[in-house]
């Protein structure tokens, strides 16, 4: 079974950037589709950006919309999240997960994404 493990979180003050990195182990995830979410204490888990499994197709939220960049590289099976610009509000953990398909919805939801990663913990200073 496919294992997801994020990394790159960090302590950053505002105006600041991460690259955060979701590493897939045991078989190459290539073939599907593969979600960022994120997730701050008595909140829901929200959708951040996604992109199909050839890496053809991205989506992102409108509150990361032009400061956030995802990328794959299936060679590696690795999918980035480039954060740039960050806010306070950006203050969460960061979970990845695969999709069900190769293609991306116009609007990806948690219930369009399986094989959750156990998270990386983005800090945001003002």
């Known amino acids: 079974q496919v294992q997801l493990v994020e990394s790159g979180g960090g302590l950053v003050q505002a105006g600041g950037s991460l690259r955060l990195s979701c590493a897939a182990s045991?078989?190459?995830?290539?073939?599907?589709?593969v979600g960022w979410f994120r997730q701050a204490p008595g909140k829901e888990r929200e959708f951040v950006a996604g992109i199909s499994g050839s890496g053809g197709s991205t989506r992102y939220a409108d509150s990361v919309k032009g400061r956030f960049t995802i990328s794959r590289d299936n060679a590696k099976n690795t999918v980035y999240l480039q954060m740039n610009s960050l806010k306070p509000e950006d203050t969460a953990g960061y979970y990845c997960?695969?999709?069900?398909?190769?293609?991306?919805?116009?609007?990806?939801?948690?219930?369009?994404?399986?094989?959750w990663g156990q998270g990386t913990q983005v800090t945001v200073s003002s």
């Open positions: 045991g078989r190459t995830f290539s073939m599907y589709a």
């Open positions: 997960a695969y999709g069900y398909r190769s293609t991306l919805s116009s609007t990806p939801t948690v219930t369009d994404f399986r094989s």
